[in-house]
């Protein structure tokens, strides 16, 4: 059985960080892509960014959403199904549960392609 533990979570203030983690385990090798999407209980799940895991030429390539880009970084550990979203510089519109994803198939910011979904970790921030 494919789990996704996240972790990392947490309540900041304006201009803090954050560091998420996400452990993939049950896979047979490495997934393809794991990534971050976010909601809110007044947004669809959107994508914030994702990275190309899969072992080979690309391995490492990362996408980002604009709201984000300069901002949160993604990398993966390199033995690892394990990924990480650092935060910089949040803001109160940072504020949703962030959402770690595995194996895709189709456009890397489509919610609907990814095959394993985490429970979930609350990044509250304050003002």
């Known amino acids: 059985q494919v789990q996704l533990l996240e972790s990392g979570g947490g309540s900041v203030q304006a201009g803090e960080s954050l560091r998420l983690s996400c452990t993939a385990s049950?896979?047979?090798?490495?997934?393809?892509?794991m990534g971050w999407f976010r909601q809110t209980p007044r947004t669809e799940r959107e994508a914030v960014a994702v990275?190309?895991?899969?072992?080979?030429?690309?391995?490492?390539?990362?996408y980002y959403a604009d709201s984000v880009s300069g901002r949160f970084t993604i990398s993966q550990h390199n033995t690892e199904n394990t990924v990480y979203l650092q935060m910089n510089n949040l803001s109160p519109d940072d504020t949703a549960t962030y959402y770690c994803?595995?194996?895709?198939?189709?456009?890397?910011?489509?919610?609907?392609?990814?095959?394993?979904w985490g429970q979930g970790t609350q990044v509250t921030v304050f003002s």
């Open positions: 994803a595995a194996q895709l198939s189709g456009a890397w910011d489509n919610r609907r392609g990814y095959k394993y």
């Open positions: 049950g896979l047979t090798g490495r997934p393809n892509f």
């Open positions: 990275i190309f895991t899969h072992s080979g030429a690309g391995s490492g390539t990362t």
